[in-house]
């Protein structure tokens, strides 16, 4: 307990310490562009290039059009969870042992059963809930393509390139899901767009609407056929 409270205090001074740095950062470049309020979203996002690989992506061409609100507080969470569950199973032989001592086998097995489920289970859930939210989006301008960053299980990046045809809008959108990319569910907050027409070229509401009123071929076919069926009665007539 005590190394999962000091990993917490870690990484809350280290969140912290960015957020200052991310500060002085946008007080530097308002200095220097005369306090143009205009131009301060651009000087706060400059904290999403500060690592090597948002840096390699900036050299090829690839920049940065979206970051979710939510992605820290996911990364902190699933690191927590993923900390907590190994801490309760390599403990297990430990505790097991000192409570063998007892005698009382049968609620020493239950408990430890019991533990090691929500162990194992927690990090699953909580993992079923979060993969589906989108931690960040670059574009490709020279491939004209998007990149789309999302959490595996253990916290690490996955990636899908994907073009805007590739995007799917289900008429009815499940739990956490307003998209589906290459048949991945997916969450888009458009909030979290720098550019709003990226997210409406993404989301396909720059294609005509498609009012889809059905087709009316076989009521077509069953005017011709009832028009024959009445010339032919007549003429038999």
């Known amino acids: 307990m005590t190394l999962i409270l000091?990993?917490?205090v870690s990484a809350q001074k280290r969140f912290l310490h960015e957020d200052f740095s991310n500060f002085g950062r946008v007080l530097t470049y308002a200095a220097h562009n005369n306090c143009n309020a205009k131009r301060?979203?651009?000087?706060?996002?400059?904290?999403?290039?500060?690592?090597?690989d948002q840096d390699e992506?900036?050299?090829k061409g690839i920049s940065e059009i979206y970051y979710g609100n939510l992605t820290k507080q996911i990364w902190g969470l699933k690191i927590f969870s993923?900390?907590?569950?190994?801490?309760?199973?390599?403990?297990?032989?430990?505790?097991y042992t000192k409570a063998m001592e007892s005698g009382n086998?049968?609620?020493v097995i239950g408990i430890f059963a019991a533990v090691g489920f929500f162990a194992v289970s927690t990090p699953i859930l909580l993992h079923l809930v979060t993969k589906k939210y989108v931690t960040h989006i670059y574009y490709d301008a020279n491939k004209d393509k998007y990149i789309v960053n999302t959490y595996?299980?253990?916290?690490?990046?996955k990636e899908i390139e994907f073009t805007p045809e590739d995007v799917v809008v289900p008429d009815i959108t499940g739990m956490f899901t307003n998209c589906i990319i290459k048949g991945t569910p997916l969450f888009l907050a458009q909030d979290c767009?720098?550019?709003f027409s990226h997210y409406i070229k993404i989301m396909g509401y720059d294609k005509p609407i498609d009012f889809k009123l059905g087709d009316n071929s076989n009521s077509v076919d069953r005017t011709v056929a009832t028009d024959t069926e009445c010339k032919s009665h007549t003429n038999n007539k």
């Open 6 to 8: 000091r990993a917490c």
């Open 152 to 157: 595996s299980l253990f916290v690490r990046k």
């Open 57 to 59: 992506k900036a050299a």
């Open 105 to 107: 086998t049968g609620v």
């Open 193 to 195: 767009f720098y550019n």
């Open 40 to 52: 301060f979203p651009v000087a706060c996002n400059v904290r999403h290039f500060s690592t090597k």
């Open 82 to 95: 993923l900390v907590t569950s190994a801490s309760g199973l390599f403990s297990q032989p430990f505790f």
